[in-house]
């Protein structure tokens, strides 16, 4: 579909552009199948046929966020096993039920998660759970854009089944990607782990893990291997073509010198960290040494909603209270975290701002909510005070797939909700 905004404030977030946060007034910003074909004054440049021209009314537009670690197919476990420590939530609670899960399961539960990212402004997600086919089907039928990320451990999946579906999902749908994983270094045997650093030397490709969650996880791994889980991982060449981890709480300064070198990305998980008492990761330190940084929800067993607003104000709160600073990690740089640096992480390049040529990825933030008045920063405002209340429309792919409360998708929300309900209730 060919579809016009029109009377729009345009956030771009260029990368290359000095005022990386200044806000376009007056806009206009065209779409042309999936992709944006003009941004900029309006009455700019031959206008095409428009399928449809929406008045956005003085709201702003601005590139969808990208949830840039998640286990979407844990919605089943929401507020299910919380109040827990990390360990004993995770294998008293979690593997055990998931050890009951059916392929099917993962389709209907993943759609649920999709509908909470497109109320959130979430337009992509990084999802890191097991039977990725299914994973792969929810998302093209909702039209939504899923990176998949390989969940290697001694318990679930091979090499074989990594590389195996390395080769099928990233020829599979344009909306569909596949990067080389694994669950972490406590998880995972040294054998397993050699190879996934030799598959990502095959692949030239970049792997992302579970890195430095806890603190006993650090202490630990230093036990079996003299090393931190940054520092050991890379001395297995885990990192010859970049990647990173997800977490990454407890961090030294050997830790960070591995991210500085090999271009790694940390995709910090506020709400999770706190929920489990992991700690908050020194994400102001990070910025200060140009370490890419992207925001994730993490799954919705350890969160437990996937809400992009939330993350992205605990991101800065933390960090104030963690560095003692109200001026730490201001919000246009966790408005950049939470859009060009999942962007990065995630390798979608073609969405990561708003820009001639690039995916048309993109929300609409209604402005006239309480919330959001007066506009005195428009940023300050998304970070600080915005809520999933103020996400007016979600486009994927050049589909308008969220709109003023409903799913233009296909999804029948009564169906998602009522076979959510059916597998938690046979598997208890």
């Given at each position: 579909?060919?579809?016009?905004?029109?009377?729009?404030?345009?956030?771009?977030?260029?990368q290359?552009?000095?005022?990386?946060?200044?806000?376009?007034?007056?806009?206009?910003?065209?779409v042309?199948?999936?992709?944006?074909?003009?941004?900029?004054?309006?009455?700019?440049?031959?206008?095409?046929?428009?399928?449809?021209e929406?008045?956005?009314?003085?709201?702003?537009?601005?590139?969808?966020?990208?949830?840039?670690?998640?286990?979407?197919?844990?919605?089943?476990?929401?507020?299910?096993?919380?109040?827990?420590?990390?360990?004993?939530?995770?294998?008293?609670?979690?593997f055990?039920m998931?050890?009951?899960?059916?392929?099917?399961?993962?389709?209907?539960?993943?759609?649920l998660?999709?509908?909470?990212?497109?109320?959130?402004?979430?337009?992509?997600?990084?999802?890191?759970?097991?039977?990725?086919?299914?994973?792969?089907?929810?998302?093209?039928?909702?039209?939504?854009?899923?990176?998949?990320?390989?969940?290697?451990?001694?318990?679930?999946?091979?090499?074989?089944?990594?590389e195996?579906?390395?080769?099928?999902?990233?020829?599979?749908?344009?909306?569909i990607?596949?990067?080389?994983?694994?669950?972490?270094?406590?998880?995972?045997?040294?054998?397993?782990?050699?190879?996934?650093?030799?598959?990502?030397?095959?692949?030239?490709?970049?792997?992302?893990?579970?890195?430095?969650e806890?603190?006993a996880?650090?202490?630990?791994?230093?036990?079996?291997?003299?090393?931190?889980?940054?520092?050991?991982?890379?001395?297995?060449?885990?990192?010859a073509?970049?990647?990173?981890?997800?977490?990454?709480v407890?961090?030294?300064?050997?830790?960070?010198?591995?991210?500085?070198?090999?271009g790694?990305?940390?995709?910090?998980?506020p709400?999770?960290?706190?929920?489990?008492?992991?700690g908050?990761?020194p994400?102001?330190?990070?910025?200060?040494?140009?370490?890419?940084?992207?925001?994730?929800?993490?799954?919705?067993?350890?969160?437990?909603?996937?809400?992009?607003?939330?993350?992205m104000?605990?991101?800065?709160?933390?960090?104030?209270?963690?560095?003692?600073?109200?001026?730490?990690?201001?919000?246009?740089?966790?408005?950049?975290?939470?859009?060009?640096?999942?962007?990065?992480?995630?390798?979608?390049?073609?969405?990561?701002?708003?820009?001639?040529?690039k995916?048309?990825?993109?929300?609409?933030?209604?402005?006239?909510?309480?919330?959001?008045?007066?506009?005195?920063?428009?940023?300050?405002?998304?970070?600080y005070?915005g809520?999933?209340?103020?996400?007016k429309?979600t486009?994927v792919?050049?589909?308008?797939?969220?709109?003023?409360?409903?799913?233009?998708?296909?999804?029948?929300p009564?169906?998602?909700?009522?076979?959510?309900?059916?597998?938690?209730?046979?598997i208890?």
């Open positions: 579909m060919n579809i016009r905004f029109y009377n729009a404030r345009v956030l771009p977030l260029s290359h552009k000095v005022a990386g946060t200044q806000i376009l007034e007056n806009c206009e910003l065209w042309e199948g999936n992709r944006i074909s003009y941004v900029g004054v309006e009455g700019g440049g031959a206008c095409p046929l428009w399928d449809r929406i008045d956005a009314k003085g709201n702003l537009i601005l590139p969808g966020f990208k949830n840039a670690h998640t286990h979407s197919a844990m919605t089943f476990l929401r507020s299910y096993a919380d109040d827990l420590p990390l360990s004993h939530w995770l294998v008293r609670q979690v055990p998931e050890a009951k899960l059916q392929a099917d399961d993962i389709y209907w539960l993943s759609k998660a999709i509908m909470e990212y497109l109320t959130s402004g979430i337009t992509s997600n990084f999802d890191m759970y097991f039977h990725p086919e299914m994973i792969a089907r929810a998302s093209v039928e909702c039209g939504f854009r899923t990176v998949m990320v390989s969940s290697l451990n001694d318990f679930v999946s091979s090499l074989e089944e990594v195996r579906n390395y080769q099928t999902y990233n020829d599979y749908h344009e909306l990607h596949y990067t080389l994983g694994f669950h972490a270094e406590y998880t995972t045997c040294e054998e397993n782990l050699k190879g996934i650093a030799m598959l990502a030397k095959k692949y030239h490709a970049p792997v992302y893990a579970h890195i430095s806890t603190k996880e650090v202490e630990q791994c230093i036990g079996r291997h003299g090393a931190t889980p940054p520092v050991y991982l890379d001395a297995l060449g885990m990192f073509y970049g990647g990173g981890g997800y977490h990454c407890h961090m030294t300064p050997e830790d960070f010198s591995v991210f500085q070198k090999r790694l990305t940390a995709v910090t998980n709400g999770s960290n706190t929920k489990l008492a992991s908050i990761a994400v102001a330190e990070m910025i200060d040494r140009g370490i890419n940084l992207a925001i994730g929800t993490d799954g919705p067993a350890s969160n437990n909603c996937l809400d992009m607003f939330r993350e104000f605990l991101v800065t709160g933390l960090a104030k209270l963690r560095e003692n600073n109200a001026a730490a990690v201001p919000a246009d740089e966790v408005l950049k975290m939470a859009v060009g640096g999942g962007a990065r992480a995630m390798g979608l390049y073609d969405c990561d701002c708003l820009e001639k040529g995916m048309a990825d993109l929300v609409m933030i209604d402005l006239q909510q309480p919330n959001m008045q007066p506009l005195n920063d428009i940023v300050k405002n998304l970070v005070s809520s999933k209340q103020n996400v429309l486009m792919n050049g589909r308008v797939l969220y709109e003023d409360g409903r799913f233009l998708n296909g999804i029948e009564e169906e998602v909700y009522k076979n959510a309900n059916n597998i938690i209730a046979r208890k």
